[in-house]
C-alpha cells in the first residue's frame, strides 16, 4: 500500500472510530480538518477502502482507537493542534506493523530500544555541531532543540528498556489534575502571541505550544488510567 493510500485509509478509519465514538460527523471533520462529505464518504465506504484491512489488524485498531480518543478529549477542551506531523508518525508505525504481521516480544523490543538510542545520541551531535556553526540564534535555539529532545528520547528509552513491566501510577488524581490544568492554561496562553512577522520565532513558539500540548496529553493519559 502506497503512503498516500495509507494516509486515506488512516483518515477513514479514525472518521468510523471517531462517530463511533458518539461525535457527529460534523464534529468529527472539525476534529480531523476534513470536510463532513468527506467524513461521510469514509463513514460510508465509498472513500479510503483500505480501512477495513488495517482496523482488521487488533493491535493497529488499539493505535487508532487511542489516537481517536486523544482527539476527543482535544475537542472537547477547545485545545488545537497540527495533525499533519501526527498523522504521519501514524503512517510509520501502521507501515511498520502491516510489514511485519506481528506483535514483537519483550527481547525484540529492547533490541529495537537499543538501536533508537544510538541513533538518538548521533542525531544529538549532528544538531549540535550545527548549532555551534550557525550564528543565528534562532536557528540555533532550533537546532539545540532537536539536540535536547533527541537526548530526552535516548533517557526515555533508557528507562523503558530498564522498566518494561512497570505499570502502578502512584500518584492521587488531584495532583494529576493540578498539572494537567496547568499545561493547558500554558498552551492556551501561548496561542495568543503565535504569529509573529518572523517565521523562526513561530517555529519556535509553535514547538513550545506541541510540547505544552503533549504534556497536557501525557497528564491526561495518567489520569485515564488512573480513573480506571
Known amino acids: 500500500m502506497d503512503d498516500r493510500r495509507l494516509v486515506t485509509a488512516i483518515k477513514a478509519a479514525l472518521s468510523q472510530i471517531l462517530v463511533s465514538k458518539g461525535l457527529s460527523v ?21 472513500r479510503g477502502g483500505f480501512a477495513d484491512q488495517i482496523l482488521s489488524n487488533d493491535n493497529i485498531r488499539r493505535i487508532l482507537d487511542s489516537y481517536a480518543n486523544t482527539l476527543i478529549m482535544r475537542h472537547r477542551e477547545g485545545l488545537i493542534s ?10 510509520r508505525q501502521i507501515k511498520m506493523m502491516l510489514s511485519t504481521g506481528e506483535v514483537m516480544d519483550e527481547d525484540e523490543v529492547k533490541r529495537v530500544i537499543r538501536e533508537r538510542i544510538t541513533l538518538e545520541h548521533e542525531t544529538a551531535e549532528r544538531a549540535m555541531a550545527l548549532a555551534y556553526i550557525t550564528r543565528n540564534p534562532l536557528v540555533r535555539s532550533i537546532l539545540m532543540q532537536i539536540a535536547t529532545d533527541s537526548l ?15 505499570a502502578e501510577i502512584d500518584l492521587d488524581v488531584d495532583q494529576l489534575k493540578q498539572l494537567a490544568d496547568e499545561e493547558k492554561d500554558m498552551h492556551s496562553a501561548l496561542s495568543s502571541i503565535v504569529g509573529s512577522d ?31
Open 26 to 46: 460534523n464534529e468529527a471533520a472539525r476534529v480531523l480538518r476534513l470536510t463532513p462529505a468527506a467524513v461521510s464518504m469514509y463513514i460510508s465506504k465509498k
Open 82 to 91: 497540527d495533525l499533519g506531523p501526527e498523522i504521519e508518525d501514524l503512517k
Open 152 to 166: 530526552r528520547h535516548a533517557h526515555i528509552l533508557t528507562i523503558i528498556a530498564e522498566n518494561y513491566g512497570e
Open 198 to 228: 518572523n517565521p523562526l520565532v513561530n517555529i519556535l513558539l509553535q514547538s513550545i505550544m506541541r510540547d505544552e500540548l503533549k504534556h497536557y496529553e501525557l497528564v491526561a493519559s495518567l489520569l485515564g488510567l488512573k480513573k480506571r
